[in-house]
T-cell receptor, first 117, second 114 residues
Framework: AQTVTQSQPEMSVQEAETVTLSCTYDTSESDYYLFWYKQPPSRQMILVIRQEAYKQQNATENRFSVNFQKAAKSFSLKISDSQLGDAAMYFCAYRGLTQGGSEKLVFGKGTKLTVNP | DTEVTQTPKHLVMGMTNKKSLKCEQHMGHRAMYWYKQKAKKPPELMFVYSYEKLSINESVPSRFSPECPNSSLLNLHLHALQPEDSALYLC?????????????FGNGTRLTVT
């Protein structure tokens, strides 16, 4: 079974600074997809960024980028120019391609990000 | 604005009550999901519907009964719940293909069982 590990329960960053959230995963599959979701106090899970495992190029979405290291099974999220609105719980998630597995999104335990003014 | 709408936002029910949670999406997604989330924990998958058919049941107790009347609606019927079932229940939808299609989540229903 696939597992996702987020080793940082909490992180804090100063407004306008850069922060990196860590995520590692364990899988025997060669093709899969990785996601970062944020969940602010409003409760809605919002997609931040996604990465296809077959792509070597790291995904970027405005101030958000990932460092995808397939061999190391690492998928970290970098937030540049942090804003107060970035404060949220961040979940790393894995989605495989095996029969039935493609319908499952496996989440890490989350990292609570605090942005200090 | 969320594209997945869940009602009600909050629900308090007794252990002998019967209630239903509702979820609606109009994005044409053919996969719909129920997740349960306890405080400070990640969401846990409960059920997956694919093309209106139940494809995954993660060994959820029978006091939770899902229903997918059509491609836009997903219900979760609740009966004889326990206090430990109190949690945030999240509905999500996605395109069935491609597999990298992200899940779109609703704002959830905060359920309290007394």
């Amino acid at each position: 079974a696939q597992t996702v590990t987020q080793s940082q329960p909490e992180m804090s960053v100063q407004e306008a600074e850069t922060v990196t959230l860590s995520c590692t995963y364990d899988t025997s599959e060669s093709d899969y997809y990785l996601f970062w979701y944020k969940q602010p106090p409003s409760r809605q899970m919002i997609l931040v960024i996604r990465q296809e495992a077959y792509k070597q190029q790291n995904a970027t979405e405005n101030r958000f980028s990932v460092n995808f290291q397939k061999a190391a099974k690492s998928f970290s999220l970098k937030i540049s120019d942090s804003q107060l609105g970035d404060a949220a719980m961040y979940f790393c998630a894995y989605r495989g391609l095996t029969q039935g597995g493609s319908e499952k999104l496996v989440f890490g335990k989350g990292t609570k990000l605090t942005v200090n003014p | 604005d969320t594209e997945v709408t869940q009602t009600p936002k909050h629900l308090v029910m007794g252990m002998t009550n019967k209630k239903s949670l509702k979820c609606e999406q109009h994005m044409g997604h053919r996969a719909m999901y129920w997740y349960k989330q306890k405080a400070k924990k990640p969401p846990e998958l409960m059920f997956v519907y694919s093309y209106e058919k139940l494809s995954i049941n993660e060994s959820v107790p029978s006091r939770f009964s899902p229903e997918c009347p059509n491609s836009s609606l997903l219900n979760l019927h609740l009966h004889a719940l326990q206090p430990e079932d109190s949690a945030l229940y999240l509905c999500a939808s996605s395109r069935r293909t491609p597999v990298n299609s992200p899940l779109h989540f609703g704002n959830g229903t905060r359920l309290t069982v007394t």
